[in-house]
């Protein structure tokens, strides 16, 4: 079973400023690697998928990068709604997600 | 426009059976895996299992194997995660989701969610 590791726990980061959430596999899973935002009281919403590839009508500044076991989630600028928990979902065999980065306002 | 449509919030007993749905439309309901994911206060997401209401084939997490059952029936069309016997440990929040692209084998990511449905298992 291929586990996601991901770091930080949590981010303490001011709105305007760059969020690196990263997401590290316990073996490749070639670029079958999702991202999804999730907020309290709402479903989770799919962000990145094929590691790389923003979902539809998804800001463009969310981007996802990596490939095999290294994998990146980039805010570029954080907007007051982008302050939730992150997480990764592998899916290359046997689904599964990662334990989770919650942004936080600093 | 697609649409996943779950079932009401549920309060239960320790040992009752329970059966909640997903409903779908605006897409072709036999063409694209549903997964369920469970969501439990404090933690993070967990993928159950995936089903394919094309063939009926079911998928399930280790950690869910023979906990959980999930099912469909084309008809309605709905998908159904069910419990024979709770236990207060399944008290969570409950998604399903629809496949987003490319798909094999039941792996999937997941696009379109349903609203979630709150299980309560108390004595």
């Known amino acids: 079973e291929i586990v996601l590791t991901q770091a930080p726990g949590t981010l303490s980061l001011s709105p305007g400023e760059r969020a690196t959430l990263s997401c590290r596999a316990s073996r490749s899973v070639s670029n079958f690697l999702a991202w999804y935002q999730h907020k309290v009281g709402q479903a989770p919403r799919l962000l990145i998928y094929g590691a790389s590839s923003r979902a539809i009508g998804i800001p463009d500044r969310f981007s996802g990068s990596g490939s095999g076991t290294d994998f990146t989630l980039t805010i570029s600028r954080l907007e007051p709604e982008d302050f939730a928990v992150y997480y990764c979902q592998q899916y290359g065999s046997s689904p599964r997600f990662g334990g989770g980065t919650k942004v936080e306002i600093k | 426009e697609v649409r996943l449509v779950q079932s009401g919030a549920e309060v239960k007993k320790p040992g009752e059976f329970l059966k909640i749905s997903c409903k779908g439309s605006g897409y072709s309901f036999t063409d694209y895996w549903i997964a369920w994911v469970r969501h439990m206060p404090g933690k993070g997401l967990e993928w159950m299992g995936i089903?394919?209401?094309?063939?009926?084939?079911?998928k399930y997490s280790p950690s869910f194997q023979g906990q959980v059952t999930i099912s469909a029936d084309r008809s309605t069309p709905t998908v159904y995660l069910q419990w024979r016997s709770l236990k207060a440990s399944d008290t969570a929040m409950y998604y399903c989701?629809?496949?987003?692209?490319?798909?094999?084998?039941?792996?999937?990511?997941?696009?379109?969610w349903g609203q979630g449905t709150q299980v309560t298992v108390s004595s």
């Open positions: 989701a629809r496949q987003y692209g490319y798909c094999s084998g039941g792996n999937c990511s997941l696009n379109y």
């Open positions: 089903f394919y209401p094309g063939d009926s084939s079911a």
